[in-house]
């Protein structure tokens, strides 16, 4: 994970290292050595009592949440599926290989156990019908959506391009690593014996058939309502959702109760975060016509829009929609305060100037995120030889002012439920990191949620490169690939710590430190004399010059703080896979060992002083000793080598000395 306030490492013992290591190489060979070997049917009646045993460990909260951090290999990245449903050839259990995915596949199964829900993968055990032979299911880390686990929200699912393999724990599996590689069925038959296992009564086409009976488009709007009551979101959408593919073929609605989806699927998406599709759905409720209830209803149709273009950072869109919605309804108090907070940002995003200690009032009251803009216009992304691509500024910046100013894609604080930070085990490189696994999931739900922000996160940085930054949507959404993300987020993921000094203690422990993803700030690379340093105000991250910056030059913060040299290059070569070639690396590695470790052991001998000896009012004698101490880390340095070059060793002991002298 990238900068400042990161976690790299959990400490692990040699035992525990070698175990985890072990677990996950055995596993890769055992699926090496049976790749395209023939799936042995399994014992339906064993599967069902695993399934019932670990459904219970798992409520008696022996397996669920605990302290522990969670461990799962990665490394071994597959593509999604990106042929539509209605392309793929079904296929049966019985003719699954193992650790083989079956391009061109379909699987339509129904499940018929409980589902486990661990932390980092659900599993349960589904059927093929009617052959009634049935199989272990397992979805891994991104097996939830808006909180609900995707395989408990359905029981006939059709998996695209189905992964048989070994799971992590040795047992041969369907195994889903991409969400979008899972449809539910809309036709699902609702079981009235949900759990019987070997139940092969029902028959379920592998093709999709119509919903019986079929309601009007009004009573899918009234039971849309009704869910909404409930506040079950998910269900309301879907409701709409059915309401809507009934009235219009091309898109366009043609009566009230039509235009009424429409604008009660946007306030749906709007509690969703689905922001592309509510502003979408607004847009469509707008009826044009001039008489006073559907003035009324269009406002309503245009605060929605402009709520959605406001919440994706398109101040200039919602601005216009609120300024609509005003010529709609003049005397709405709450349009116009809105209005004036879109043109707030858009002042903010063209001029950098933001009222900080309004920011920083607001969230002493609780209020997070950060209302306030993206200001990114004295920075430009081109070519860095040998570093890939980084930041470059357009016009000189004075020491102490603002670069860029960014508000996240995405955050997981360490208080909220999502945030889990993980162990992963990384199979290309033989290397354990400590990964923000809860960021990971947030974004592949915001992206899913959200089409148009993927290409500017594909973009990003990672070692597998996957689908790239296309965009491809099939059946209802966005096909993402997690393995892509993963390295993207491995990469460019910051630490903000935590979100609350003060309170809400513990919040960062070993398996929730806050992450998040700042995308133009990730564009930055790591040096370790930087001109630029990271400062977050809630989750608004401002990157500051620490010296002035002249035009075109290149912005670099310092990903890793520590003044140990080995240590250092360690880290940068394990969380982000590159040599530091600054100069004062270059500096620091032509001394030689003997000088490093010298060094060090002078540099804690004076943090240990700074931390014992109190500056203010200090003796000669202890004035003279700290002056010695300063002499001997000097003495370390070669004069001629280091010119020019920050001497870091000598910062806190040289800080000292200035406190103890001005009196
Ligand atoms: C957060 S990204 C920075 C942007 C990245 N250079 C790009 O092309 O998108 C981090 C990655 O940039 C590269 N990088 C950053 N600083 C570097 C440096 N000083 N030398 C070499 N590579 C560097 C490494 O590949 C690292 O994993």
Redesign the pocket.
């Known amino acids: 994970m990238?900068p400042a306030n990161q976690r790299h490492t959990i400490f692990l013992t040699p035992e525990e290292d070698r175990r985890l290591r072990k677990t996950f190489k055995d596993r890769l060979q055992k699926c090496r050595d049976l790749t395209g070997q023939p799936r042995v049917p399994t014992d339906p009646k064993t599967l069902s009592s695993q399934v019932i045993q670990a459904d219970l460990l798992s409520d008696m909260g022996q397996t669920g949440r605990s302290d522990a951090v969670v461990a799962f290999p990665v490394g071994n990245p597959y593509p999604p599926c990106i042929v539509s449903l209605q392309d793929l050839q079904p296929i049966e259990l019985a003719d699954l290989l193992v650790d083989t995915h079956h391009r061109g596949r379909m699987l339509t199964v129904r499940r018929v156990s409980p589902v486990v829900k661990l932390q980092a993968y659900s599993w349960t055990v589904v059927q093929k019908i009617p052959s009634g032979e049935t199989e272990r299911l397992e979805m891994s880390l991104h097996k939830s959506k808006h909180g609900h686990d995707i395989l408990e929200s359905g029981n006939i699912f059709q998996i695209k391009e189905p992964y048989f393999t070994i799971s992590d724990q040795g047992e041969p599996t369907l195994r889903i690593d991409h969400p979008s590689d899972i449809a539910i069925r809309k036709d699902t038959i609702p079981t009235e014996r949900p759990f019987e296992v070997g139940d092969s009564t029902a028959t379920i086409p592998d093709t999709q058939t119509p919903a019986l009976p079929t309601k009007t488009p009004k009573e899918w709007k009234e039971e849309g309502n009704a869910a909404l009551k409930q506040k079950d979101l998910l269900l309301a959408h879907s409701n709409y959702t059915q309401g809507i593919q009934l009235v219009t073929t091309d898109g366009t609605p043609k009566e009230d109760s039509t235009f009424d989806l429409f604008r009660n699927r946007a306030h749906v998406n709007l509690a969703l975060n689905r922001l592309d599709e509510a502003k979408a759905d607004a847009l469509s409720a707008l009826t044009n016509l001039g008489d006073d209830r559907h003035k009324e209803l269009d406002s309503k149709s245009y605060s929605r829009a402009g709520i959605a273009a406001y919440n994706l950072g398109s101040f200039q869109e919602a601005k216009q929609f609120f300024e609509e919605q005003l010529k709609l309804s003049p005397n709405d108090k709450e349009a116009t305060i809105r209005l004036k907070q879109a043109e707030k940002r858009l002042k903010e995003q063209e001029t950098g100037s933001y009222d900080l200690k309004k920011i920083k009032a607001s969230l002493l009251m609780g209020h997070r995120p950060v209302d306030a803009a993206t200001f990114t216009r004295n920075v430009k992304i081109k070519d860095?030889p040998?570093?890939?691509?980084?930041l470059y500024v357009t016009c000189a910046i004075k020491a102490g002012d603002i670069v860029m100013a960014e508000k996240p894609f995405c955050v997981v604080w360490g208080h909220e439920a999502q945030a889990l930070t993980a162990m992963t085990y990384d199979t290309r490189h033989d290397r354990i990191r400590v990964f923000p696994a809860g960021l990971a999931k947030s974004i592949v739900q915001k992206l899913s949620d959200n089409p148009s922000q993927v290409e500017k996160i594909m973009d990003?940085?990672g070692d597998y490169r996957g689908l790239d930054k296309q965009l491809i949507i099939r059946d209802s959404g966005p096909v993402i690939d997690t393995f892509q993300i993963h390295d993207i987020v491995a990469?460019?993921a910051f630490g903000p710590g935590p979100a609350y000094t003060g309170r809400h203690q513990g919040e960062q422990g070993d398996s929730n430190a806050s992450a998040g993803l700042w995308v133009m700030a990730?564009?930055?690379?790591?040096?370790c004399i930087p001109n630029a340093k990271l400062e977050y105000i809630g989750d608004l991250m401002l990157i500051r010059a620490t010296r002035s910056i002249s035009a075109n030059e290149e912005i670099f913060h310092s990903y890793e703080g520590s003044n140990d040299f080995d240590a250092r290059s360690a880290a940068l070569m394990n969380t982000?896979?590159?040599t530091?070639?600054?100069k004062l690396c270059e500096a620091e590695k032509a001394d030689s060992p003997d000088v490093r470790k010298k060094r060090g052991e002078l540099e804690k001998e004076a943090d240990a002083f700074v931390q014992g000896e109190t500056a203010s009012g200090a003796r000669r004698m202890v004035i003279l000793k700290a002056k010695r101490l300063e002499k001997s880390i000097q003495e370390t340095y070669d004069g001629e080598r280091y010119k020019g070059l920050p001497r870091t060793a000598l910062v806190s002991i040289q800080k000292w000395i200035a406190e103890a002298s001005t009196r």
Do not use: M, V
């Not at 040998?386 to 980084?390: A, K």
């Not at 990730?522 to 040096?527: D, E, F, K, L, V």
């Open positions: 990238a860095s040998g570093r890939g691509r980084g990003l940085y990469r460019n990730a564009y930055i690379n790591h040096s982000w896979g590159f530091c070639d600054c």
